[in-house]
């Protein structure tokens, strides 16, 4: 398997570029936001964060690699994420208090990297409760909880770890279908992310939706590496976002 840094390296990157185009976005319609980040981009674009930092948005943690957490160990994981946290607050000069795993790639078997994070942490954002090839935690609350330290989809309202699951649309008999952003940004109508984000307000929640820089960036070279789903969607969903902002609000959280 070739390494992502491959890709990096041989190709112009566009993450300055695409960055850009989500920070001006945000300052258009005043939305305050949650930026999960790679050390190794951090690493190669430290003005980059500052940039978003100025802006008043948080930096949080995804990792250092982008390495798919089912296939690392317990040591390597934990020094993937340390290694993270050093190049992250040596450029913001604080503590980084929240992480979400790549790819959402925390699932049953490899719960203990919950035990991990909650050592360096305050908040996680990498459950996401669906059953999907990808992501597999259904029975997860669809709803910000205080974790319990022994079962991950246990609430226990004395814990001081936080997770905040990914948005969800409940359907009757299908049961939950992912509308968190993302590819799903990309590939439902926008009525129905409306829908899910309307279904979990009613019950009092707020949600959870993020966005790849590289999702708005509908002039990508296509590269046969990847799948149909990194390219599907990438020219509507600038438009998506800009309906969600002017009708609805998102902010960071302001209390965990």
Known sequence: MRSSFFYVDRYESRVVKNTKVILNLFEKYHVRATFFTLGYIAEKYPELIE????????????????????????ESFESDLTKSL????????????GFRAPFFSIVKTNFWAFDIIRRYF??????FPVKTPLYCIPDAPRHI????????????????????????????????????????????????????????????????????????????PRLPQYAWHYYWG????????SQFYKTLGFHLLEKL
Not at 58 to 74: F, L, N, P, Q, W
Not at 86 to 97: D, F, T, Y
């Open 51 to 74: 940039e978003v930092k100025s802006k008043e948005h948080e930096i949080a943690s995804h990792g250092y690699s982008h390495t798919d957490t089912r296939k690392m160990t317990k």
């Open 234 to 241: 990438l020219g509507s969903a600038t438009k998506k976002l």
């Open 86 to 97: 050093e190049v992250l607050g040596k450029i913001c000069g604080e503590k980084i208090l």
């Open 122 to 127: 305050v908040y996680d954002s990498s459950v």
């Open 145 to 220: 909880y205080r974790m319990s330290n022994t079962d991950p989809v246990k609430v226990d309202e004395g814990s001081k770890f936080v997770e905040i699951p990914l948005a969800t649309l409940k359907i009757p008999l299908i049961g939950n279908i992912p509308i968190a952003g993302g590819f799903h940004l990309r590939f439902w109508p926008y009525i129905l992310l409306k829908l899910g984000i309307k279904q979990l307000n009613k019950a009092e929640f707020p949600v959870m939706f993020y966005v790849h820089p590289r999702d708005l960036d509908p002039t990508v």
